[in-house]
């Protein structure tokens, strides 16, 4: 069994900075993308960041600039830090992996139960 749970959420004021954690455990055999999806309410979720086991990055146009993220693989953790952070913001911030469990099985997507950014004065 797999299980990432992500911290770091919270209530910031605007300009302000959050650094968001997520760490995988259970049977892991090896970590490929990780990545950082938000749902704001009445939205679909969607791709905020996400990186490969190399270090190559990626990010949505509406944070470029303000939000980098970056993992440890021996600690199999992603993180975001978000910087200059805007009320659209806002969001519940989920943790997506894409792992196998062993080195025969197929590479399966698991997610992280959400941890929520308000940005508000």
């Known amino acids: 069994q797999v299980q990432l749970v992500e911290s770091g959420g919270g209530l910031v004021q605007p300009g302000g900075s959050l650094r968001l954690s997520c760490a995988a455990s259970?049977?892991?055999?090896?970590?490929?993308?990780m990545g950082w999806y938000r749902q704001a309410p009445g939205r679909q979720r969607e791709l905020v960041a996400d990186?490969?086991?190399?270090?190559?990055?990626n990010y949505v146009d509406s944070v470029k600039g303000r939000f980098t993220i970056s993992r440890d693989n021996a600690k199999n953790t992603v993180y975001l830090q978000m910087n200059s952070l805007k009320p659209e913001d806002t969001a519940v911030y989920y943790c997506?992996?894409?792992?196998?469990?062993?080195?025969?099985?197929?590479?399966?997507?698991?997610w992280g139960r959400g941890t929520q950014v308000t940005v508000s004065s």
């Open positions: 997506n992996a894409d792992l196998k469990t062993a080195w025969d099985s197929t590479i399966d997507h698991y």
């Open positions: 259970g049977s892991i055999f090896r970590i490929y993308r």
């Open positions: 990186i490969t086991k190399g270090g190559s990055t």
